[in-house]
Every structure is written in C-alpha cells, then in structure tokens.
C-alpha cells in the first residue's frame, strides 16, 4: 500500500514539474502586440537586467533607436563592461533589427557589432515583451534553447525613458512580465550614474 502511494506522489510530482517546465518554452512567451517601431524610437535607460553567460554591459546601459531612411530600426547602446577583469570602460554597439514575420513585429532578429575590435559582434532574438512606449519597456532574447523549448542562455532587459526609474505603478507589470518569462528572481539592478 505504501509504495502505491509513493508511485502516485511520484507521478504526480513528474506532472506538476513537467506543467511548469511547459509554461516556461520560450515559444510560448507573448509579446508586445501589433508593436508599433516608430513610436518604441527615442532613448531608453536599462533599469534591471538578467545577464546572458559571458560578456555583457554591466551598468549605464543605454539605447537610443531610430528608423533609418529604408524603415530598418537601429540602435545605438552604450554601456560599461569590465574586460579582462580589471579594465572597466564603456562601450559602443550598434544594432540593426529585421522582423521575420510581419504578423509577430513586436519579434525581431538583431544583428550587432561592438563599435571596438575588443567588442563582440552576434546575431540575437530581440523580442519586445511589453512596453507602453512612454515609461517602460522589457526585452527578452533567448542565445541557446534546450531540447525542451526552455531557455538555456539568455538576457532580459527593462527599460525606462527616465533613468531615474520608473513611479511604483509599473512595478506590478514588471513583476508579472517577469514571472511569465520564467525569470523571477534573476533581475538585478543596473546603475545609471551618466559614467557614458
């Protein structure tokens, strides 16, 4: 009888981590829907961030886009990173987004350069959670997906248009955007003391 009942909490344990895992496939994320570019154009100052493995901005982080002549976003971050351990300076990159389904434009592909040889150049999903355009913005993109459809390696940024933060409404829609993207808990926050 009791190994019956051990087999049943077994089974049932395997259910619930299975649900869990499940909800946290990055395909099935929501986005910001029918995201409007021209109207995320303009300056954003991180305010939290998960990083992604290996080398990142670490503070100061800031990104100015635009729309370029051909209706391409761009973007222009600054930041700073320590490199070797020791070095701290800041850095420049610069990106270019393309959207791979028109349906899904709040999903974009970017590809960026650092603007140093020292700087990494790649390829990232650049997903915009959510965003209300005027106050606040949170990104996501996801470097290495498991066999599961969970993230491996990947990053979240949220971002404010005052580098100062945002007012404590807003704290409620970070938080659940955060729960939804499987990522409570692994925010930090990031300085802004105009060091770029």
């Given at each position: 009888?009791?190994?019956s009942k051990l087999g049943l909490l077994l089974v049932y344990l395997?259910?619930?981590?299975?649900?869990?895992?499940?909800?946290?496939?990055?395909?099935?994320?929501?986005?910001?829907?029918?995201?409007?570019?021209?109207?995320?154009?303009?300056?954003?100052?991180?305010?939290?961030?998960?990083?992604?493995?290996?080398?990142?901005?670490?503070?100061?982080?800031?990104?100015?886009?635009?729309?370029?002549?051909?209706?391409?976003?761009?973007?222009?971050?600054?930041?700073?990173?320590?490199?070797?351990?020791?070095?701290?300076?800041?850095?420049?990159?610069?990106?270019?987004?393309?959207?791979?389904?028109?349906?899904?434009?709040?999903?974009?592909?970017?590809?960026?350069?650092?603007?140093?040889?020292?700087?990494?150049?790649?390829?990232?999903?650049?997903?915009?959670?959510?965003?209300?355009?005027?106050?606040?913005?949170?990104?996501?993109?996801?470097?290495?997906?498991?066999?599961?459809?969970?993230?491996?390696?990947?990053?979240?940024?949220?971002?404010?248009?005052?580098?100062?933060?945002?007012?404590?409404?807003?704290?409620?829609?970070?938080?659940?955007?955060?729960?939804?993207?499987?990522?409570?808990?692994?925010?930090?926050?990031?300085?802004?003391?105009?060091?770029?």
């Open positions: 009888m009791g190994s395997a259910c619930v981590e299975r649900s869990l895992s499940s909800s946290c496939v990055v395909d099935s994320f929501t986005v910001k829907q029918d995201f409007d570019a021209k109207r995320y154009v303009g300056k954003w100052y991180a305010l939290q961030k998960k990083d992604p493995e290996g080398l990142f901005l670490q503070d100061n982080i800031s990104a100015e886009y635009s729309i370029d002549d051909d209706g391409t976003m761009v973007a222009h971050t600054k930041g700073r990173v320590t490199l070797f351990g020791i070095w701290v300076v800041c850095a420049n990159m610069a990106a270019q987004y393309s959207v791979p389904d028109p349906a899904h434009p709040g999903k974009m592909y970017m590809t960026f350069q650092g603007l140093a040889t020292y700087l990494s150049n790649g390829e990232d999903d650049y997903w915009v959670i959510d965003t209300d355009y005027d106050n606040y913005a949170i990104t996501y993109a996801c470097r290495i997906m498991k066999l599961d459809g969970t993230c491996k390696d990947g990053y979240a940024l949220v971002y404010s248009r005052n580098p100062r933060g945002l007012p404590p409404s807003f704290q409620h829609i970070i938080r659940q955007k955060q729960e939804e993207m499987c990522l409570t808990g692994e925010f930090k926050p990031v300085l802004q003391s105009d060091a770029c």
